[in-house]
């Protein structure tokens, strides 16, 4: 007796006795799929699971050639202040927040002149800087060698460098008091 599935595939098949017979119960199928399975359980136990690798920041103070880049950076935002708006130049201070504001409100840089916003946040930094306890360092992460804002007793620091770009990238408004106030707050967290 025989029961056929789509195609005329025998799915069961029984013997005078009615014993079943499957197919895929021969001597050599059953040795193979053992075979295949002892190889698969080896090559599972003996591979290592991939695992990204973990990143220690390593922070440096700013090497000579840091604080050119830095001022460079300073440079391009003064000149573009004083180009559109008779600016004499950044303080360094909170007082720069309204200069700072006015080039991004005013889009003096677009989305796609990263570096120029990056400038942005050289400037913004050193406004977080002079209000909180932060200072400029070097860290070295997975995504290479960049400047940062290290604060001067935890062990936190603030990418003031990609602070603006990647919000007006992402085209987020970008409010200047407003990031100053959330990085006071979230620094109080941590003290």
Not at 98 to 124: S, W
Not at 171 to 176: M, P
Request: charge should be neutral.
């Amino acid at each position: 007796m025989e029961f056929s599935g789509k195609a005329g595939q025998e799915l069961v098949r029984f013997d005078e006795s009615g014993l079943e017979h499957v197919p895929w119960h021969n001597p050599k199928t059953m040795r193979a799929a053992f075979l295949l399975a002892v190889l698969l359980s080896f090559t599972t136990s003996c591979s290592k699971p991939q695992v990204a690798p973990s990143w220690t920041p390593n922070f440096n103070e700013l090497s000579d050639s840091d604080r050119v880049r830095l001022d460079q950076q300073r440079a391009i935002v003064g000149a573009t202040a004083k180009q559109k708006y008779g600016t004499s130049g950044l303080t360094k201070t909170v007082a720069d927040l309204p200069v700072l504001q006015r080039l991004i409100d005013d889009h003096a840089f677009n989305k796609t002149q990263t570096y120029e916003l990056q400038c942005l946040g050289v400037a913004f930094g050193d406004v977080l800087s002079s209000e909180l306890p932060l200072s400029w360092a070097m860290v070295t992460d997975e995504y290479g060698t960049d400047p940062t804002l290290r604060h001067k007793v935890r062990p936190v620091n603030i990418n003031a460098l990609t602070m603006i770009s990647k919000r007006v990238e992402r085209g987020e408004v970008v409010n200047l008091v407003q990031l100053l106030k959330i990085t006071r707050d979230q620094l109080r967290q941590w003290q």
